[in-house]
């Protein structure tokens, strides 16, 4: 396969990666639009808070991105290409995740509403991902070398872990747990409300803490890279947010347990 893999569309060569970037998207919101709960939130709102998370999540993967390699950011301040080129998809996350909470506020909106996000935004960065590996090197979003037999030569001649492949194959494990999860608990114990958001994000900073350790990007905060660090605030948020419903549900059951004994 040679990289990038130009899309054949009537007499034009497509990039992989903007043709993808915008699949998702468009797919994702109305995918959202499709299977949100619509008796809980009226459209005008619902349509306030995908305003406020694409905002907050362009402005987080840039931040973040910025923060890949400070000293060549600081080198390049005044660069506009530099500045806009890169993004990242755990900055976005994060970002949008900010921007939303403000705008609930701002709405008076007090339920949460994450868990019609959960899907959407699964399905979203897969696609997204499909585009990152189609697009090879100039993406940077490979793996560090590797003698594993599915390593991928992406136009170098060096075979590196298709980090891309990895995410896309996580998220439909992660997706499938979820789903697992919410009909299993939702015959007898329905998850709290916001559980399923809390319990995506946590998956999925777990899993970029993990796989950023594979990529060839600079670590330069204590072994870590920038990626990595955001992922160990958001877990640590989502801890604070997750453990109390966890414990609650077993002091729930072993109640149950008890009074049936």
Known sequence: MEFPVYLPIGPWKLHPHPVFEALAYFIGF??????????????FQAL????????????????????????????????????MEGKTIVGGLLGGLVAVELMKRKLGITQSTGDDMVFPLLVAIAIGRVGCFLTGLSDHTYG????????????????????????????????????????????KQPLPDGAGFQLF???????????????????????????????????????????PWIRSRRRDKEMAYAGQS
């Open 48 to 83: 306030w808070i995908i305003v406020a998370a694409a905002l907050g999540a362009a402005i987080g993967s840039k931040l973040l991105y910025w923060l890949e390699d400070p000293v060549l950011t600081m080198n390049h301040a005044f660069d506009v290409v530099y500045l």
């Open 201 to 243: 994000m946590a998956g999925y900073l777990l899993f970029r803490l993990t796989v950023d350790f594979i990529k060839p990007t600079p670590h330069p905060y204590l072994g870590l890279n920038n990626v990595q660090l955001a992922c160990l605030a958001g877990l640590i948020y989502y801890g604070f947010l997750i453990i």
């Open 144 to 187: 560090t070398a590797t003698s594993l037999p599915w390593g991928v030569d992406f136009g170098d001649g060096v075979k590196r872990h298709p980090t891309q492949l990895y995410e896309i194959a996580f998220l439909v494990l992660l997706g499938g747990l979820l789903r697992y999860t919410q009909s299993r608990t939702g015959r």
């Open 30 to 43: 109305r995918l959202y639009l499709w299977t949100r709960r619509k008796e809980r939130l009226p459209t």
